[in-house]
C-alpha cells in the first residue's frame, strides 16, 4: 500500500507540473471516498491543497466526519455553505415551470438533488480559479463502471486519481492513511436526501460490483442491475457526442 500511495502522489504531483497550475482542492463530504482524495492531494502538495466542506441541507453527521477529515489530513479548509443558494435557485426554476404547468413531480427529488451536485462542481471550479488548482475527483472503480455519478456534478473533475480502485481497495487504502474508523466503515452516501444510500438507491452492494470487477461469480439479479447500469450511463464516461457532416 505504500508504493501504492506514493505512486499517486507522484502522479498528482506530475499533472500540476503537467497543467501548470500551483495546487490541488477537493470536495470534502464526510465520505470514504473523498477523505482518501483529501489525505493523498495533502500528501502530493502540503502546502497548496485545499478541501472544501459545502453543506447544503447535510446530514450533521457528514459535516462531522468532513470536519475530521480535514483534522487527520491536515489539509487547508475552506466552509461553502450552499443551502441558501439552492432553495432560490431550484424554488425560481420550479416556479417558472409550475406557471407552464409543465412541472413534473415525480422528478422533484432527483432533479433537486442533481442541482446539489452541480452547484457544488461549479463552487469548486470558482474556488479553483481564485487559487490556479486543479479539482480532484473521488470516483472510485465501482462508481465508475456504473456511472454512480452526475454528470457535471461530481462526475466534472479535472483528474481522477483513485478511479481504478474498487471501494474495498478504497477502504484498505484510507486505513493505511490514518482516515478516522468511523468514516472508513460508515454507510456509503452521496448525501443527496435524507436517507439515501448509495446501496440502496444502486439495487446492489459495493462487495458485489467489486466482485464483478474482479470477474468473480456474482448473482444474476446483481450482474443484471451493474450491466443496465454500465449501458445507460455510457454517456457519462464518454466525450460528447458531435455531429460531422457527411463528406
Known amino acids: 500500500m505504500e508504493k501504492v500511495v506514493d505512486e499517486i502522489v507522484q502522479w498528482l504531483q506530475e499533472r500540476v507540473k503537467e497543467a501548470g497550475v500551483n495546487g490541488l482542492m477537493v470536495g470534502v463530504s464526510g465520505g470514504l471516498d473523498s477523505a482518501v482524495v483529501a489525505h493523498l492531494i495533502q500528501r502530493a502538495f502540503p502546502e497548496n491543497s485545499l478541501g472544501v466542506m459545502m453543506p ?11 470536519k475530521k477529515v480535514i483534522e487527520s489530513s491536515r489539509i487547508h479548509e475552506l466552509t461553502i455553505d450552499l443551502t441558501e443558494t439552492h432553495h432560490v435557485m431550484y424554488e ?3 416556479k417558472q415551470l409550475k406557471q407552464k404547468n409543465e412541472f413534473k413531480e415525480k422528478n422533484d427529488q432527483l432533479a433537486g438533488a442533481n442541482l446539489r451536485a452541480r452547484l457544488r462542481m461549479s463552487s469548486l471550479y470558482t474556488v479553483a480559479t481564485n487559487y490556479n488548482y486543479l479539482v480532484v475527483g473521488t470516483d472510485n472503480a465501482a462508481e465508475w463502471y456504473t456511472g454512480y455519478f452526475t454528470k457535471y456534478g461530481d462526475g466534472g473533475v479535472d483528474i481522477l486519481p483513485i478511479v481504478e480502485f474498487t471501494k474495498q481497495e478504497v477502504r484498505e487504502m484510507a486505513s493505511y492513511l490514518g482516515v478516522p474508523d468511523e468514516i472508513v466503515h460508515k454507510d456509503p452516501s452521496a448525501g443527496l436526501w435524507e436517507g439515501q444510500t448509495d446501496e440502496a438507491e444502486m439495487g446492489t452492494t459495493y462487495d458485489k460490483i467489486d466482485a464483478y470487477l474482479k470477474g468473480e461469480e456474482i448473482p444474476e439479479k446483481d450482474k443484471e442491475v451493474i450491466e443496465r447500469m454500465h449501458s445507460r450511463t455510457a454517456h457519462k464516461r464518454n466525450p460528447v457526442k458531435q455531429f460531422n457532416l457527411s463528406k
Open 56 to 66: 447544503l441541507d447535510s446530514n450533521p453527521n457528514d459535516m462531522v466526519h468532513a
Open 92 to 94: 425560481n426554476i420550479k
